[in-house]
């Protein structure tokens, strides 16, 4: 007896994040050539395959005494490639991405990660924390809400990978036991430029 099977090729978003890992620099080429918006588990496949080296973060390794800084690798109209340097005790505020997914890989440091949801009354309340380190992915779905720092009591600073999908633009900020929803544009504490 016979089957019939048939096989759907990969879409060329697939077939471009299944390229073979490699420098940060090769992940900006293969971000170049996407023909469309990746899904949230093709940015998490596209950082978990980088192989990061400490002289390719070197350009954007820098740090502010007052917030995280935020340094731009790459941005077109699908994608966003950032290094974020944080001191510790920095973080962001509590948010969502407004329509955009995205991933995190540290690189250096230990980062928490504070998640939160809205209740029956559209009251933010908390969720869950985690903890990651370097080597490890996270990522945000649309609609989740939550926050990312450098833990004071870490005592060291922490680079984290960033990417989002389709580019972040202003997002919505909460605050713990309020349904009040802010504004945030991320774009104004960014520094440099990318590759």
């Known amino acids: 007896m016979s089957t019939n099977v048939t096989v759907q090729p990969p879409s060329p978003v697939d077939s471009e994040v299944a390229a073979t890992a490699g420098s940060l ?9 996407l023909p469309q918006t990746p899904t949230l588990e093709q940015v998490d496949s596209l950082l978990e395959d980088v192989e990061l080296k400490a002289e390719e973060l ?6 502010k005494t007052g917030n995280y800084a ?17 001191r510790p005790g920095q973080r962001t505020p509590i948010h969502d991405h407004n329509g955009s997914h995205g991933a995190v890989r540290v690189c250096e440091g230990v980062m928490w ?4 949801e809205l209740d029956g009354d559209s009251t933010l309340r908390y969720k869950s924390a985690r903890q990651w380190v370097p080597g ?4 945000a779905a649309v609609p989740d809400i939550h926050q990312l720092g450098n833990p004071e009591v870490s005592g060291q600073d922490m680079v984290t990978l960033h990417l989002y999908a389709p580019p972040l633009g202003v997002l919505n900020t909460y605050k713990v036991g309020s349904s009040e929803v802010g504004r945030y544009s991320p774009e104004q504490f960014m520094d440099g430029a990318g590759i």
């Open 25 to 33: 620099k090769s992940l900006v080429n293969r971000l170049r050539n």
């Open 58 to 63: 070197r350009p954007y390794r820098s740090f």
């Open 113 to 116: 990660e504070t998640m939160f």
């Open 70 to 86: 935020r340094h731009r690798v790459f941005r077109n109209e699908h994608v966003e490639l950032l290094v974020l340097c944080w």
């Open 136 to 139: 490890d992915v996270t990522d």
